[in-house]
Each structure stands twice: as structure tokens, then as C-alpha cells.
Nanobody, 125 residues
Framework: QVQLVESGGGLVQAGGSLRLSCAASGRTFSSYVMGWFRQAPGKEREFVAA????????RYRNSVKGRFTISRDNAKNTVYLQMNSLKPEDTAVYYCAADTLQNRLRENPAEYDYWGQGTQVTVSS
């Protein structure tokens, strides 16, 4: 069983920055692919970013490339999402997720088997 707890969300003005954190339980965190997803009201959950076991490979949705950075600290069982140059369209509940089965950076949320409870990010214009 894996438990994921997100933190770091909040209200920020457009152009500002936030760093989300996701703390994971379990002694095999370093063998999980970790992803960040988001869901805005009335919309489907969408992929934001993913990172491989060791952190050497990352993947982003096009709209956040160059603005968001995913990273992980396996010694702390934590994955991060640094979000810069935030836009109102980034407003959503952000979720971290773990794929404990394969070392591939997948964008389909159905491929991830553990999820956090989410943290709200609101970007005002």
C-alpha cells in the first residue's frame, strides 16, 4: 500500500510561482514512476508531468513545458512540482500519483495505481 500526501497549493497571482510537494509512504519509493495530474472544474483529469525512478527522465504536457519542473528526492520519499510563470488556466486541483508497476512515463491517469487527495492551485489574473 502506498499513501501520497500533497502540499504547497494556494492562491497566487498570474506570473507567480508555487512549489508542490508529494510525500509518499513505502520503502520502495525509488522504484515508482511518479506523476502530477490536474483537474479543473467541469473538466477531465489531465496529465501534467512525470518522472522516472531515478529522476533522469521526465515528461511534460506541452502547455507547461519551460514553466514547470518535476523532480524527486528518493531519500525523502518526495516528488516536487515547481511551477513558474503561472497562468489563470493553470487553476485546478493538482494530484500526485504513483505507477508502481512499470518504469514508463505514461500520460493516461488510468495507468497510475495510487493517488493523493489533491491540493488546490488558484491563479488570479
Amino acid at each position: 500500500q502506498v499513501q501520497l500526501v500533497e502540499s504547497g497549493g494556494g492562491l497566487v497571482q498570474a506570473g507567480g510561482s508555487l512549489r508542490l510537494s508529494c510525500a509518499a509512504s513505502g520503502r520502495t519509493f525509488s522504484s515508482y514512476v511518479m506523476g502530477w495530474f490536474r483537474q479543473a472544474p467541469g473538466k477531465e483529469r489531465e496529465f501534467v508531468a512525470a518522472i522516472s525512478w531515478g529522476g533522469g527522465n521526465t515528461r511534460y504536457r506541452n502547455s507547461v513545458k519551460g514553466r514547470f519542473t518535476i523532480s524527486r528526492d528518493n531519500a525523502k520519499n518526495t516528488v516536487y512540482l515547481q511551477m513558474n510563470s503561472l497562468k489563470p488556466e493553470d487553476t485546478a486541483v493538482y494530484y500526485c500519483a504513483a505507477d508502481t508497476l512499470q518504469n514508463r512515463l505514461r500520460e493516461n491517469p488510468a495507468e497510475y495505481d495510487y493517488w493523493g487527495q489533491g491540493t488546490q492551485v488558484t491563479v488570479s489574473s
